[in-house]
């Protein structure tokens, strides 16, 4: 059995990336210069003891989405101008979602690294409202601001494949994955709706074995470019594991205009404990849009894959905290903002290796979705009404890497300085040298990650 499910899990590990994103051709691996990677996991335990079962795929993303589009471009194009649309329709419903969340999430260490994927947690909610049913599934329909699961399925599939790229040298792709334990029954119609709606992979095997840990750990660790390890060691099933729902995000890109070694620089950083020396990278005069809000300043360099990373430098006697409560940041990403110039900028920013974890539980508790934590309150009778489920934790890892060729960043979460004046001259200095604010936006504002450096 052991050498069936390894096997299995050869042929889930090599192929889903593919199938989650409806893609044609072999799968290609992480070779350029800026990767950004979440990886979500719940744990969903119940309180029966642990079965014995053997490997199956229960049922495999996205393939007849991609069969009923095969060959026909009058169909693209028809999906392609239906997911712009709903697209803009989901960042307007979503924006709230994303604003609050981070918020809440940075507010939890301000004087600490911190970063995660606001589009991973919206993915990997939306995936817990096909499994979930009465006020379980309503209290998450709330929260992502949606009506009904209709239209978060639309959100879904629009911002999948809006992030989705691939032309073999800028990559940005999303997988999802459902593991059953083998003796769980459920509903096929379910798994089949997670499958197409929500691009996931159903597969069933023995959790309580040491290999389907294993198993886990490596699909895990294929699907993130092997940048968290020192976390998906760490992923396990809980004795009392019935599910674990498994999400992830790899985006690479390199700079439009890589930074020049020659011109680094050491400095000063003034970090929240005292002042730290780094290596800053420079760009002398760049010519670009300069943003400013009531509390920060903001410039973005563009990816080739068509993302933008953006730095947010609070201005002086304001902090990250103040830039994230106030939200304007987020009209900026998505272009709405009116307050800009064209400049030359003289811009520093850090090189950096940060990360961050912590359990998520009470955050996603405080923002509403409360009913899922509860064994007298949880409906997961969606996709099983003979076993009663209840999550335990959501517990989250994540790291991002930057340097003069690009950025590689990571996340992995587990369920058991100018501001309030327009810029007075055509040339200003952009030093990030004081506690910042970052966000990997997808085009059309999508914010696939935000973090804040307080130690580069």
Known sequence: ????????????????????????????????????????????????????????AVSIASESRQADRDGDFDIWYAELEQREAATLEALSSLSEFFADSSARYMAAGQAENRVWSPVNAFMALAALAE??????????????????????????????????????????????????????????????????????????????????????????????????????????????AVMTLASTVYLQAKWGSPFSAAKNTQGAFHAPGGDITCTFMNKKELQTDYYWGDSFGA??????????????????????????????????????????????????????????GGDLKEMFQALGVTDIFSPETADFTAITADTPVVITSVNQAARVLIDEEGVKAASYIELPGAGAAPPPEETIDFVLDRPFLFVIEAGGGIPLFVGAVNQP
Request: negative net charge.
């Open 1 to 56: 059995m052991h050498e069936k499910l390894a096997k299995a899990l050869d042929y889930i590990s090599d192929r889903h990336i593919a199938e989650a994103a409806g893609a044609k051709g072999q799968r290609r691996y992480w070779l350029c210069a800026v990767a950004a990677v979440l990886a979500v996991v719940l744990l969903i335990n119940l309180f029966n003891g642990p079965m014995t079962v053997q490997a199956k």
């Open 131 to 240: 499994t979930t049913g009465g006020n379980s599934r309503q209290q998450i329909l709330e929260v992502l601001g949606t009506e009904n699961l209709d239209t978060l399925r639309a959100q879904v599939g629009a911002l999948w494949e809006s992030v989705y790229r691939d032309d073999g040298h800028e990559i940005s792709v999303l997988a999802n994955s459902l593991w059953l334990d083998e003796g769980l029954s459920y509903d096929q119609a379910v798994m089949d709706n997670l499958a197409y709606f929500d691009y996931a992979s159903v597969y069933q095997c023995d959790l309580g074995s040491p290999k389907s840990v294993k198993a886990l750990q490596t699909w895990l660790n294929k699907n993130t470019g092997n940048l968290l390890k020192q976390y998906t060691k760490e992923a396990v099933f809980p004795g009392e």
């Open 299 to 356: 410039v973005g360099l563009d990816l080739k894959n068509g993302c933008t990373m953006w730095f947010f430098l609070p201005d002086a006697g304001k902090t990250v905290a103040d830039v994230l409560d106030e939200g304007e940041y987020l009209d900026v990403i998505t272009q709405k903002s009116e307050n800009n110039q064209y400049l030359k900028v003289n811009l520093s920013v850090p090189k950096f290796d940060i990360s961050s």
